[in-house]
């Protein structure tokens, strides 16, 4: 299922970035100072904004999959960033980005995808134009149907 933890993974493969230059979007995301010297330099922000059922749950066994449209949002900060956000408008004709989509059995949707800019300010420190993208995918989440508490019981 892609969810928050996956998209990162994903996201690690895709652009082979260190820890440092991916982080999850919050309400107050730090936008980072873009450093000349840095060579890499350009900062990635990720977040899952919904998870929306498309079609009825089905039944396999003990287990009920539900059939999820996922959106999500990218955000590229610093010298690379339009690049990285233009890239992203190609995602389903790259073999790479494919596959790192199908391990987590989820597969992105052609039509729903925007690149748009918004201008960000860290504290008076910076401005700086982050390039931000909107996308979704298609995943399913399966629930074990198992008579148990959600909760787990101390």
């Known amino acids: 299922m892609l969810d928050s933890k996956s ?3 994903i996201l690690k493969e895709i652009y082979g970035i260190e820890d440092k230059y991916l982080v999850p979007i919050s309400t107050n995301w730090f936008i980072p100072t873009v450093d000349p010297e840095d060579k890499v330099g350009t900062w990635i922000g ?6 929306r059922p498309y079609t009825r749950a089905y ?7 539900v059939p999820l449209k996922v959106n999500f949002r990218l955000s590229f900060v610093g010298p690379q960033a339009e690049e990285l956000a233009d890239q992203t408008m190609i ?3 790259r073999t790479d ?4 989509f ?3 059995q ?3 949707n052609y039509t729903d995808r925007t ?3 918004y201008p960000v300010r860290n504290g008076g420190f910076n401005d700086s134009l982050c390039w931000i993208v909107d996308m979704s995918a298609q995943t399913t989440c399966d629930i074990d149907t198992k008579q148990k508490p959600w909760i787990p019981r101390s």
């Open 7 to 9: 998209l990162r993974d």
């Open 46 to 51: 990720y977040r899952i904004l919904s998870k």
């Open 59 to 65: 039944q396999g066994g003990l287990f009920y999959s």
């Open 91 to 93: 995602w389903e004709n």
């Open 97 to 100: 980005v494919v596959k790192a």
């Open 102 to 104: 199908e391990k987590v």
């Open 106 to 108: 989820a597969q992105i």
């Open 115 to 117: 690149s748009f800019t």
